[in-house]
């Protein structure tokens, strides 16, 4: 079973191979986790606020098999407290520019693994409603947190996600920001060869290729992949015969083998 465990975690599409990704889901708000006691804060599951079942879209894109750079927009409901001063829930609009590092990145863990964690931060606005005129409802926000995409398929997977917010003017709150949701990668990505067959589905990703050979060449037109003839028949690939002197049937010594004892 460990061992199960241990290949399925590297058995899909690196992140360069589809560049793009978007995401949606719900976003979870702590209005309550204070700078001073933020960690304190946040096992305390019971200030956080659950938005829609859809309330938190990304989009994003990698940079290169490390950085990528992306973009979040959330929704949300912050219920009454001392924070808002308001009678009834105020409505919580976020949104952020990110910068993320990803460790399954062929340095820390392999790009193609299915468990790909990263550490981000971000800058952003944040609106919260008051009903109080004098009040400032716009807030410029920095942000620092840690995630991780669980890749069930090449192209689709789970997203996991915790960041501590810091509002930069004299109103402004100290917050925890969850998320979890669904995340789909898209885009070809990489074509070293430029023959309009991406990387991870091209068998020669450094030769100009074919559809038909799964992107691996045939540049005489014989119907083979080139490197592959046989012109001797006897089971050896040219490329690792010994002798092709065109004696059918031989182990590539040019020795027939007729009753076949090797």
Not at 39 to 52: L, N
Not at 162 to 188: C, M, P, T, W
Request: hydrophobic share 35%.
């Amino acid at each position: 079973f460990l061992m199960l465990v241990l290949s399925a975690l590297t058995m899909w599409a690196q992140n360069s191979d589809h560049p793009y990704k978007f995401g949606f889901g719900t976003s979870l708000i702590d209005y309550n986790a204070e700078a001073e006691s933020y960690f304190k804060d946040v096992i305390d599951t019971g200030d956080i606020e659950f938005g829609p079942a859809v309330s938190r879209y990304t989009f994003g894109g990698t940079l290169n098999k490390s950085f990528s750079l992306g973009a979040a927009l959330s929704l949300n409901s912050i219920k009454v407290n001392a924070k808002t001063g308001n009678t009834s829930s105020s409505l919580f609009v976020d949104g952020e520019i990110n910068l993320n590092y990803h460790l399954a990145n062929d340095y820390i863990l392999k790009e193609s693994s299915c468990f790909a964690p990263y550490v981000f931060g971000a800058v952003g606005v944040n609106y919260l409603e008051n009903e109080n005129p004098d009040v400032e409802t716009i807030f410029p926000e920095g942000k620092l947190g840690i995630g991780t995409d669980i890749w069930v398929t090449p192209l689709f997977g789970f997203n996991l996600q915790s960041a501590y917010v810091r509002q930069f003017n004299e109103q402004g709150n100290d917050y925890a920001h969850h998320s979890i949701g669904l995340v789909i990668r898209f885009g070809k990505g990489a074509d070293n060869d430029g023959d309009g067959i991406p990387n991870w589905e091209d068998a020669c990703p450094d030769k100009a290729g074919i559809i038909q050979f799964k992107g691996c060449p045939d540049t005489d037109n014989d119907g083979k992949i080139d490197g592959t003839t046989d012109i001797d028949d006897d089971g050896l690939r040219d490329a690792v015969d010994a002798n092709t002197s065109g004696v059918a049937g031989s182990n590539g010594l040019g020795v027939l083998d007729a009753d076949k004892d090797g």
